[in-house]
């Protein structure tokens, strides 16, 4: 694992992995090194018992299929125990506060997981943890999702620097955590959405002087065909995420013209790639005809999540990193 080196160097061990901003650009390419090593020891069927002895308390308060799973085998794997605390079996649910939740868990486990609505949570778990957290997803930010996104691109262009993504759709977490990762790896962005349904301006400002620094391109607007334009990969989310369900329906209206179609996949690059974090809503952000192309990359998403998981619990767990 030489590539990933820095982890070690730098002191990785104990750090919150809560959004982008946690981390340096030479700390994300080094996480995906180290995944993409964890990938490799996993294909050649070596043990990899780095967590030995430890255990992830993973908190859900919302409904989960690929995170839980692919923390829960990722600690498997290292040789760990995952917990699933969820809120309607844990004090959690009962008005426990976020504060003293942090200090019984810190007293019990080596690493927090946690995937809920308000992003302020999660700063303030954070907060009062004396062991590192990890964001499994919030209303603002998907690091691990992203991390994972980046990982698959690399496999199949070989390289981020330089190549532009594209993500058209609601300007939700998704969009954030794509905005702040970009320049992090040297790549361009462009996000199209509805009138109204832009992300966070403070978000965006924060990205555009990350990318002046980078040498990188950040657009942001509302024209799917313009986003789209010759880029490298594209990428879509659904129209309503949890919590969003009553407007389901209004939104479908609204974002319409802003599905994934052939039509919109055609002003791609020529190899263009086409990712999703799913679940899918076929027919809706996305065609079947595109999600089930050969151009479509989402069960290669899918499998990366077990990878970089398992990098950022070996960075911020293991005696071995740090």
């Avoid at 590539?3 to 959004?19: C, M, N, T, V």
């Avoid at 690059?269 to 065609?287: D, I, M, N, S, W």
Wanted: net charge negative.
């Amino acid at each position: 694992m030489g590539e990933a080196a820095i982890i070690s160097q730098e002191g990785f061990k104990g750090r919150h992995i809560l959004d982008f901003s946690s981390l340096s650009s030479a700390e994300l390419k080094a996480v995906l090194a180290l995944a993409e090593d964890l990938k490799k020891e996993r294909d050649q069927g070596k043990l990899t018992p780095y967590l030995q002895g430890k255990t992830l308390a993973m908190i859900f308060e919302k409904a989960s299929t690929r995170t839980r799973v692919s923390f829960e085998v990722a600690m498997f794997e290292l040789g760990g125990h995952a917990l699933f605390l969820s809120d309607s079996t844990t004090q959690i649910g009962r008005g426990e506060t976020v504060p003293d939740t942090a200090r019984v868990l810190s007293r019990y486990v080596h690493g927090i997981m946690i995937r809920t609505f308000a992003h302020e949570k999660v700063e303030e778990l954070a907060k009062f943890s004396t062991v590192p957290v990890i964001n499994g997803l919030t209303d603002d930010h998907h690091p691990c999702q992203v991390m994972a996104d980046l990982l698959t691109i690399s496999q199949h262009k070989g390289h981020l620097n330089g190549l532009t993504i594209a993500y058209v759709g609601d300007g939700n977490n998704m969009a954030h955590s794509i905005l702040q990762a970009a320049p992090m790896v040297g790549m361009n962005v462009r996000i199209a959405t509805p009138p109204g349904y832009e992300p966070k301006a403070e978000i965006v400002e924060q990205v555009k002087a990350w990318a002046k620094e980078a040498k990188t391109k950040v657009w942001v607007g509302h024209d799917p065909f313009e986003a789209v334009a010759d880029a490298d990969a594209v990428y879509t989310d659904v129209w309503a995420s949890m919590g969003q369900e009553q407007e389901a329906e209004a939104r479908k209206q609204v974002f319409m013209p802003y599905q994934v179609n052939a039509q919109l996949m055609g002003n791609a690059a020529k190899e263009a790639l086409f990712l999703h974090c799913l679940p899918a809503h076929r027919g809706e952000e996305v065609t079947a005809e595109v999600i089930d192309s050969p151009a479509s990359v989402v069960f290669d998403e899918v499998e990366n999540r077990l990878h970089v998981q398992k990098a950022l619990l070996v960075a911020t767990m293991s005696d071995l990193w740090g």
